[in-house]
């Protein structure tokens, strides 16, 4: 026979309800960490599983949560997606992903698939800049949190790294090693990291006296390694730079591929510096200097913000930036004398 939350309460001492607070991530915070641990305890013993259709009963929720992310096949967003899911998970929540492939149309489709499912809630990791579907959706009272992305115009709890202090540290770093002739591939603008990084970029090279000339920019209309090549080889054909910093390591090695191509090194020739650090950077060759962003904390905090706005109430529209840091490694180094 399965055991119950009651019986969970009984052997650690507690009342259901708190002991129902102290297995629900989301409510945790409203119970001491001693009657937390009692209680996990005693689940773990008696191999307690949450019912989450019985619970959806008694609150009159699905117990699902939706999770719409632009592109599965960009390994920055499982990492996100699972941190998210061990969150909800614990909560007694079932996650119900999305792929956009990076169409808006796809995503104004997906948000309404996912709500015509009667989700509780929905964690957006696909949103431009300028986007009606999400701002539309919050406006109607659907409990929505941005994960990595960012809107304009709307009051929306976001969580997100920081773009700001990750660029930052990429310039300091090479123009530390002495580049000043920087080329600079930005992610489409219309996405809050494409817009935000490119901006960083341009006050710290302009703050640290960085060559801003318009020919050693070249912004990628998507973040692939196809556009990476491509502006890349639209940079190369009009000038020489001594290092390449790319919107995205995806971007980053499209780089590498057309250094290789017109028999350029790295980083004797050219240092780059991607951003994201995603799996087997560091076994390219050589290892990709880029910025770290705790993809898997972001999807953890973005969850724990809408469990608590499913059973504590709205969050505001706060957002929280999770640090970054830059990890050298073999891509970059000083420029040589030419």
């Keep these: 026979m399965n055991a119950t939350l009651k019986d969970v309460a009984e052997r ?36 307690y599983r949450p019912n989450p259709m019985a619970r959806g009963l008694k609150t009159n929720k699905t117990m699902m949560v939706g999770i719409v992310v632009p592109d599965l096949s960009n390994p920055l967003f499982p990492p996100i997606v699972r941190g998210a899911e061990e969150v909800l998970s614990r909560g007694g929540y079932t996650s119900i992903i999305a792929d956009t492939d990076n169409d808006a149309r796809r995503e104004v489709d997906s948000i309404a698939a996912l709500r015509a499912r009667q989700v509780d809630g929905l964690l957006v990791a696909s949103a431009h800049r300028e986007d009606d579907a999400v701002t539309s959706t919050v406006a109607e009272g659907v409990p929505l949190v941005l994960v990595n992305r960012r ?13 700001r202090s990750g660029i930052e540290q990429a310039v300091r770093h090479l123009v530390g090693l002495g580049h000043t002739a920087i080329a600079h591939l930005p992610g489409p603008a219309w996405l809050s990291t494409g817009f935000e990084r490119a901006r960083a970029f341009r006050h710290y090279m302009a703050e640290l006296g960085g060559d801003l000339s318009a020919e050693l920019s070249e912004e990628c209309g998507t973040y692939s390694v196809a556009e990476g090549a491509r502006a890349a080889r639209a940079v190369l054909d009009r000038t020489s730079p001594t290092a390449v910093l790319a919107g995205n390591d995806q971007i980053a090695v499209g780089v590498l591929d057309v250094l290789r191509e017109r028999g350029l090194r790295c980083p004797e020739d050219v240092s780059l510096v991607g951003y994201n650090d995603m799996t087997f950077m560091d076994k390219l060759s050589p290892p990709l200097t880029t910025v770290r962003v705790p993809h898997a904390a972001i999807g953890v905090e973005a969850a724990q913000i809408l469990l608590r706005w ?7 529209a706060s ?20």
């Design 151 to 163: 809107a304009e115009g709307a009051a929306i709890p976001t969580v997100a790294s920081d773009d």
């Design 319 to 338: 957002t929280v930036t999770l640090p970054v840091e830059l990890v050298v490694r073999g891509s970059t180094a000083r420029p040589r004398t030419r």
């Design 12 to 47: 650690a001492g507690v009342h259901p309800g708190t002991a129902s607070r102290a297995l629900n991530p989301a409510t945790q915070g409203l119970v001491s960490e001693a009657t937390v641990r009692a209680v996990q305890q005693a689940a773990k013993a008696l191999a």
């Design 310 to 316: 499913l059973t504590v109430g709205p969050p505001g």
